[in-house]
């Protein structure tokens, strides 16, 4: 479902609809109807309540296939200043990370004293 821009590579207006109605693009009434469900969830109290709200959500979400995967994001790229050190090769991505962060606490430091 589009509702962060930070990692969502479909539907990227509706996801800025959702975010503030007044930038994007309103999705049509189906879309709104999942957004509206998915927002259930987030407000659910009680872990029950929370897993009722999913189980809706999700089959709210099977109607609505939104994508089918059939392309993928752009690769992650990172700068990396001369004076850090032991620097892996690539960035080190796990989840929804805001780019570009992190850092490493071993990349500013030489050796261990």
């Given at each position: 479902m589009p509702f962060q821009k930070a990692d969502i590579?479909?539907?990227?207006?509706?996801?800025?609809?959702?975010?503030?109605?007044?930038?994007?693009e309103e999705p049509p009434a189906e879309i709104k109807t999942l957004m509206a469900s998915y927002d259930k969830v987030n407000a659910a109290v009680s872990?029950?309540?929370?897993?009722?709200?999913?189980?809706?959500f999700l089959n709210l979400s099977a109607d609505n296939f939104l994508?089918?995967?059939?392309?993928?994001p752009m690769p992650k790229y990172m700068m990396v200043s001369k004076d850090?050190?032991?620097?892996v090769d690539g960035i080190p991505i796990t989840g929804n990370l805001w780019h570009p962060a992190p850092t490493l606490?071993?990349?500013?430091?030489?050796k261990a004293n």
């Open positions: 590579f479909f539907a990227m207006k509706w996801s800025e609809w959702y975010s503030n109605h007044a930038t994007g872990d029950d309540e929370r897993r009722e709200k999913m189980k809706e994508n089918i995967g059939i392309s993928r850090l050190k032991n620097v606490t071993q990349w500013y430091f030489d």
